[in-house]
């Protein structure tokens, strides 16, 4: 096995197009990704064999701006619809929101479904079905090194180091082979919970015989080794330092590494601590009731005891650090929170990464906090985060203890998986071993080998308020144009029995131009063309609509160069 990167040829991502996978033979595994290859979030997966079936996660990915009022987008549970009486269980490998968010809308359509995680990862996972009102769900906490059956999966559980405690990697023994997929993890050697990546655990499957490794993805590109959790204690240090007025820290709400290392701090420095934003609070006081979160007495205080404090005697740990629009740091930035503000003098701390598609709702919170003079540190001026993903370094590692007959890159963007599967290709996997699919790619592995065998349909379910899969493209597609540039609507009223046009037509807009006798022109235009269909014979009021639509819109696009939202309205008398 080669332990350096030759420039072999890139891997290329296998291109299917729709095509439905052939009839599953006897004891060959199928596995298909329902999130989370081709984006970074919704992290899902399907194996089956002998008609069994286990889910691995179930996560959300969260809108972008190009995705108006959808609140969060659920993996591909429509292709597991009608085959969730088969479902054995579900496995879950940490507890952060693009692996368990959608948890309770699959347990919705069939809450029997066992789940499978680590203490805290349930724990979690609990708060979330009780807000969902979804009881009587079995929850199996497996601990690291355990082994369980179910039906057909001979489960074992590996600890790994991720950015939330009690992150596992998961081996599964079946009838056609060993898989191994380490879900969200690191190497970091000296991990502030002391709980290293089972490296041991690793080797002994790749003894055994790996017939599929499934790794993460989302550091591939990223040259050497991640920068270790404690490596930011300095930087964090010199920012404590620094405050002599108000601090606030925005992070992850399930980052409790990172809260620990705020709260270590805050100690040294004699600051109470407060939380501020409800996940927060929930995924803090878990960690605490659990002991992966260690509080000194006297250390915790309520949002509502802060104006008993100085500035200078509290840090403030808050949700927000993606720009998200209601979190509290967007609020304190916007000066709409109601009980925390910050200006001149204060420095705000992003303690965390910043996720591909945030990046214009991140810098305007960092712009929003600056213009009010607070000194805003973050990844970019400060080593005050370090990511949770294995690099490329640590990946080349565990590809030649492993020594995977074949290799099937998971969590990602598409370059993601290729950066990955090439490193795989320089260790001495095979090329036709390396397969990079995307959501909804049908991969079959028998007899020590896989296959890319089909693809199916693998669109983006929205959660819009309380609907869930209701909302469209063609829906989205609309609330753009109204956004970005408003409608007008035309309203005439015609008699058919006399083709006569009684009144209109009468043209208002919103979000668009406005001023006065702006519509005088084209209002005129559109009376004519209805008048002369009018004449004509027309008795169809769509007809007459379809009339006025196209009019203004020409006129819209030729005068103004806009293309808002035309909504014609013909009434028959």
Known sequence: MLTRVDRPPK?????????????????????????????????????????????????????????????????????????????????????????????????????????????????????????????????????????????????????????????????????????????????????????????????????EGCDLFMADSTNAESPG????????????????????KKLIVACFSSHVHRVQQVMDEAVKAGRKVVYVGRSMVRNMTIAQELGYLRVPADTLIELKELDNYRDDEVVIVSTGSQGEPLSALSRIANHEHPVITAGEGDIVLLASSLIPGNENSVYRVINGLTRNGVKVVHKGNALVHVSGHASSGELLYCYNIIQPKNVMPVHGEVRHLVANADLAVATGVPRDRAIVVEDGGVVDLAKGRARVVGKLECGYIFVDGSTVGDLGDAELDDRRILGEEGFISAIAVVNLHSGKLVSGPDITARGFVEGEGIFDDIANEVRGVLVEALEDGAEDTYQLQQLIRRRIGRWVNRVYRRRPMIIPVVVAT
Do not use: W
Not at 44 to 72: K, S, T, Y
Not at 225 to 244: H, N, Y
């Open 11 to 207: 891997v290329v991502p296998v291109r299917e197009s729709l095509r439905t996978p052939p009839k599953l033979a006897p004891d060959t595994l199928r596995i298909i990704p329902l999130g989370g290859l081709g984006d970074v979030g919704r992290n899902m997966a399907a194996f089956e064999i002998n008609g069994q079936i286990l889910l691995l996660d179930c996560g959300v990915l969260f809108p972008d701006e190009n995705q108006p009022g959808v609140d969060l987008i659920l993996p591909g549970l429509h292709l597991i619809q009608d085959r969730l009486d088969d479902v054995v269980g579900l496995v879950l490998t940490h507890g952060h929101e693009d692996h368990i968010g959608a948890v309770p809308y699959l347990l919705r359509r069939r809450p029997q479904i066992p789940v499978l995680g680590s203490k805290l990862t349930l724990a979690l996972v609990r708060e979330k079905l009780r807000e969902h009102r979804i009881r009587d769900v079995e929850l199996r906490v497996m601990d690291d090194g355990s082994r369980t059956q179910l039906g057909a999966f001979d489960l074992e559980f590996l600890s790994v180091n991720h950015s939330i405690p009690d992150a596992m990697a998961v081996a599964m023994r079946t009838a056609a082979g060993l898989v191994l997929h380490t879900g969200d993890f690191k190497m970091d050697q000296l991990p502030l919970d002391h709980r290293l990546t089972d490296l041991r655990g690793f080797a002994r499957i790749g003894e």
């Open 225 to 244: 080794f991640t920068t270790l959790e404690k490596d930011i204690r300095p930087a964090m240090e010199r920012v404590f330092a620094q405050a002599s």
